[in-house]
């Protein structure tokens, strides 16, 4: 799970336009370690990332979290992209959108 997280991270980052001043305007965190989380990160430049986990058939056979989850990014040709995510026990899906019109980036 750690290892899906931070590869989420990974794609935000690796797609996040060329920003000299970055910020973070909001994260929440919301994890014990243990059964359900939740996870919120927006930054200046657009990018944002939020993920649900909700633990199924807690102490029974089958056992799981169920992620839900978004991050989107303005890419460089000026487009905001959104991919959302569901993985259960049936498996990794997900979706990209792409909005219509473009972002203009601005210089402050």
Same mark, same amino acid.
């Given at each position: ?7 989420? =991270? =990974?794609?935000?980052? $690796?797609?996040? /336009? /060329?920003y000299d001043d ?13 059964g359900n989380y @939740?996870? =919120? =990160? ?25 992620? @839900?989850?978004?991050? $989107?990014?303005?890419? /460089?040709d000026g487009y ?20 219509? @019109? ?7």
């Amino acid at each position: 799970m750690k290892f899906f997280v931070a590869l989420c =991270l =990974l794609a935000v980052v $690796s797609a996040a /336009p /060329p920003y000299d001043d970055v910020q973070v305007v909001k994260y929440d965190n919301d994890n014990i370690g243990i059964g359900n989380y @939740r996870f =919120l =990160l927006e930054q200046s430049d657009g990018t944002k990332q939020e993920q649900y986990g909700e633990l199924k058939n807690e102490g029974q056979i089958g056992q799981a979290v169920e992620v @839900r989850g978004s991050y $989107s990014w303005i890419a /460089p040709d000026g487009y905001k992209y959104t991919v959302n995510y569901v993985a259960d026990a049936n498996g990794y899906k997900s979706t990209i959108d792409k909005e219509e @019109r473009p972002y203009k980036y601005s210089s402050q």
